[in-house]
């Protein structure tokens, strides 16, 4: 079992940088492939970006390419998501979630999920 609790969200003006951590519980979190997703109102959650158990190979949706970095400290159970130049369109709950499969943009294949962050960005 694996609990995820993530933090970092908030208010933030476009072209800004927000840094969102996610702390896992349990001893096998270096096991787990761990990825980001998002959902803005109104939209279906989507696949934001994933690191590989070892942290050796990250994955992002092209939307966030070259803005946002994904990166994890096995030795704190804890993944961030470094996101920069930060634009309206990424408002959204943010949810870290921990899995097995490498399938990393499939959300069907994430056993475990967060509660989610808020991220705002205000133009």
């Known amino acids: 079992q694996v609990q995820l609790v993530e933090s970092g969200g908030g208010l933030v003006q476009a072209g800004g940088s927000l840094r969102l951590s996610c702390a896992a519980s349990g001893r096998t979190f270096s096991s787990y492939a761990m990825g980001w997703f998002r959902q803005a109102p109104g939209k279906e959650r989507e696949f934001v970006a994933a690191?590989?158990?070892?942290?050796?190979?990250?994955y992002y949706a092209d939307s966030v390419k070259g803005r946002f970095t994904f990166s994890r400290d096995n030795a704190k159970n804890t993944v961030y998501l470094q996101m920069n130049s930060l634009k309206p369109e990424d408002t959204a709950v943010y949810y870290c979630?921990?899995?097995?499969?490498?399938?990393?943009?499939?959300?069907?294949?994430?056993?475990?999920w967060g509660q989610g962050t808020q991220v705002t960005v205000s133009s």
């Open positions: 690191i590989s158990w070892s942290g050796g190979s990250t």
């Open positions: 979630a921990a899995g097995v499969s490498r399938q990393y943009s499939d959300q069907s294949r994430y056993h475990y």
